[in-house]
């Protein structure tokens, strides 16, 4: 299963997500380990389409910006390569990180300040291995401003919106993720970011 998930972009049917199917999928997020059990993240479900042609037209911005820092062969890699499926999904859940939440003694987060905003990407990965099992798709959307999205959703401060989900069925589920099919990037063999006792002695420990 964790090798079948993908960041899907433009692969999405539009169809329905079932209530229990998408309960079953937070469920799960829900179910993550947190730093001392603060459960720090909370679920925007965007179904109105107006709020997602806004965000939708923020991300083609942003994706121009990022367009023209690039030359030549990047260039034209990256003309090939969709960035969202916002329109396409089903819905969107953005998921978001507060602070708050188990506050002031959070137990573990006193050393590690950030152990937080680890908890919630742990929500994310669940969320997104319990979709692959439902035969849902997830798209992350990361060409976007924090600021836009707090606005756009009333989102609090000192609350952070972490991701942007796009989720629905798809068409198909390709078996090489799009930016390895694109030439964007490749995936790096095990043993490249393996060491042994110390960061940088590359002695597989594994051999």
Not at 57 to 74: I, K
Not at 129 to 143: C, K, M, Q
Not at 175 to 204: C, I, N, T
């Amino acid at each position: 299963m964790i090798t079948r998930r993908r960041d899907v972009r433009a692969e999405f049917t539009g169809q329905p997500v079932a209530d229990e199917v998408l309960r079953r999928v937070l469920g799960a997020a829900h179910a993550a380990p947190s730093v001392g059990l603060s459960q720090p993240w909370d679920f925007v479900i965007v179904r109105d389409p107006v709020t997602r042609k806004a965000f939708q037209h923020h991300v083609a911005e942003e994706r121009a910006v990022f367009a023209d820092q690039l030359t030549g062969e990047r260039a034209r890699t990256f003309s090939r390569i969709k960035v969202e499926g916002i329109l396409e999904s089903t819905l969107s859940l953005v998921v978001t990180y507060d602070p708050a939440k188990g506050a002031p003694a959070v137990l573990g987060r006193h050393a590690i300040a950030d152990a937080g905003l680890y908890s919630v990407c742990l929500a994310i990965q669940n969320l997104w291995l319990a979709a692959t099992v439902e035969g849902l798709g997830v798209g992350w959307v990361s060409f976007y401003r924090e600021e836009f999205l707090r606005e756009l959703l009333d989102i609090p401060e000192p609350i952070r919106p972490v991701a942007w989900l796009c989720l629905g069925p798809v068409s198909q589920v390709h078996d090489v993720p799009d930016l390895e099919r694109h030439g964007w990037r490749r995936r790096l063999p095990l043993e490249d970011v393996l060491h042994q006792e110390r960061f940088g002695s590359r002695r597989d420990p594994l051999a």
